[in-house]
């Protein structure tokens, strides 16, 4: 990767893309969202990304992968609903588990 770009909340990362889009810049092209983050949870998030990206008529979105330690199967079930979402990784996450689910994606 050339960067790695980190946003504490959903609207920091939210707002870091409406202005990047703005700006008509190089998009990121790995999204990693956590699932429990200050304003709102990740499913929310990826709901107002695949908006934003849908009003921006942008084609190319960036691979959306959960990151997570829950165990409630109501965060899987939210999972398997949401078809954007390519990945669900549990944490601690490792740079093999990282590096396999980016083999997969055919990233690398």
């Known amino acids: 990767f050339n960067d790695v770009i980190i946003k504490s909340t959903g609207k920091d990362a939210l707002d870091f893309l409406k202005e990047e889009i703005s700006k008509r810049e190089d998009l990121p092209s790995i999204l990693l969202v956590d699932i429990y983050m200050p304003d709102f949870d990740g499913f929310e998030l990826i709901d107002l990304i695949d908006e934003?990206?849908?009003?921006?008529n942008i084609e190319l979105q960036p691979h959306l992968i959960i990151?997570?330690?829950s165990k409630f199967i109501k965060d899987i079930e939210q999972f398997d609903k949401t078809p954007t979402?390519?990945?669900?990784l549990k944490k601690p996450l490792t740079k093999e588990v990282f590096e396999n689910t980016l083999k997969e994606l055919k990233i690398i």
């Open 52 to 56: 934003l990206f849908e009003d921006n």
């Open 67 to 69: 990151l997570s330690d």
């Open 85 to 88: 979402i390519e990945h669900f």
